[in-house]
């Protein structure tokens, strides 16, 4: 996989097949990204369980916070590692040691570690570095377009609402 280059239908195929995402690096304070993201996250329908040690046993947005994947309890489709490129590393070896395993690892803006993922796309698990699911998901549904930003997406067909809440578009898209 070119890790600098992602088909908007790869990143589309992952965003609608998880539902499960465990975001380690989950921040209680509103101003964090990973705040936003997890609100963002939660607000289109996924289960994003917040992993954390320093907030570890509190409620994040109505969701219990984790201390470590490994005590996440059931499966998990997708970690999303919100912290630096050097931590990516171990998270991911923590991910590979989960049963059963997860079918994404997600590394966040700015976010990239190759050896990781190479380790990862070992075992069959797919792998997206330095990119935002909150910008994607925004981008390929076409929500990004309503503040003017060009999501280089055409397409004459009717975009689809996603059924909850106001002006929240689904992922079935061109």
Request: aromatic share 6%; hydrophobic share 40%.
């Given at each position: 996989m070119d890790h600098s280059n992602y088909p908007n239908d790869y990143?589309?195929?992952?965003?609608?097949?998880?539902?499960?995402?465990?975001?380690?690096g989950a921040s209680a304070n509103p101003a964090r990204p990973s705040w936003i993201v997890t609100k963002y996250l939660l607000e289109r329908g996924y289960d994003v369980i917040p992993v954390n040690p320093g907030i570890a046993?509190?409620?994040?947005l109505g969701k219990k916070v984790y201390g470590s994947l490994a005590e996440v309890p059931g499966p998990i489709d997708m970690v999303e590692i919100f912290r630096n490129s050097e931590a990516a590393g171990p998270i991911t070896d923590e991910a590979l040691a989960l049963d059963p395993?997860?079918?994404?690892i997600w590394m966040q803006l700015s976010v990239r570690n190759d050896e990781a993922a190479?380790?990862?796309e070992a075992t069959g698990?797919?792998?997206?570095?330095?990119r935002c699911p909150k910008i994607e998901f925004g981008r390929l549904s076409g929500e990004i377009s309503w503040?003017?930003?060009?999501?280089?997406?055409?397409?004459?067909k009717k975009p689809v609402l996603s059924g909850k809440g106001f002006q929240k578009l689904?992922?079935?898209r061109p």
């Amino acid at each position: 996989m070119d890790h600098s280059n992602y088909p908007n239908d790869y990143i589309r195929g992952i965003l609608n097949s998880v539902k499960t995402i465990a975001l380690v690096g989950a921040s209680a304070n509103p101003a964090r990204p990973s705040w936003i993201v997890t609100k963002y996250l939660l607000e289109r329908g996924y289960d994003v369980i917040p992993v954390n040690p320093g907030i570890a046993g509190t409620e994040l947005l109505g969701k219990k916070v984790y201390g470590s994947l490994a005590e996440v309890p059931g499966p998990i489709d997708m970690v999303e590692i919100f912290r630096n490129s050097e931590a990516a590393g171990p998270i991911t070896d923590e991910a590979l040691a989960l049963d059963p395993l997860p079918k994404v690892i997600w590394m966040q803006l700015s976010v990239r570690n190759d050896e990781a993922a190479a380790k990862a796309e070992a075992t069959g698990i797919k792998v997206v570095m330095d990119r935002c699911p909150k910008i994607e998901f925004g981008r390929l549904s076409g929500e990004i377009s309503w503040q003017g930003v060009n999501s280089r997406i055409l397409s004459s067909k009717k975009p689809v609402l996603s059924g909850k809440g106001f002006q929240k578009l689904g992922l079935n898209r061109p």
